[in-house]
């Protein structure tokens, strides 16, 4: 496990691995960094090696499963609206 700032141009740099698990990577951008998933996606993708995988995990949105009017769902969208 790596961890570490993604706008740090030397993070991983010449690195590849079998396997790259990317977990919230997009949200995180979004919200973090802006306008800089092009970037970001040409660093993972080289550094998933040749033949290797790159497994993206993510969030469906709160909103299309949860329902504002439920007290208990509509509790977890005002959690979730706090932000990380």
């Given at each position: 496990?790596?961890?570490?700032?993604?706008?740090?141009?030397?993070?991983?740099?010449?690195?590849?691995?079998?396997?790259?698990?990317?977990?919230?990577?997009?949200?995180?951008?979004?919200?973090?960094?802006?306008?800089?998933?092009?970037?970001?996606?040409?660093?993972?993708?080289?550094?998933?090696?040749?033949?290797?995988?790159?497994?993206f995990v993510g969030?469906?949105?709160?909103?299309?499963?949860?329902?504002?009017?439920?007290?208990k769902d509509k509790?977890?969208?005002?959690?979730?609206?706090?932000?990380?």
């Amino acid at each position: 496990v790596l961890v570490g700032n993604w706008q740090d141009k030397e993070l991983l740099a010449g690195s590849t691995f079998d396997v790259v698990l990317a977990d919230y990577l997009l949200g995180a951008v979004d919200r973090y960094w802006a306008y800089a998933e092009d970037e970001m996606m040409a660093r993972v993708l080289n550094s998933v090696r040749p033949g290797g995988f790159l497994v993206f995990v993510g969030l469906e949105p709160y909103e299309l499963v949860l329902d504002p009017k439920d007290p208990k769902d509509k509790f977890v969208l005002e959690v979730e609206a706090l932000g990380d």
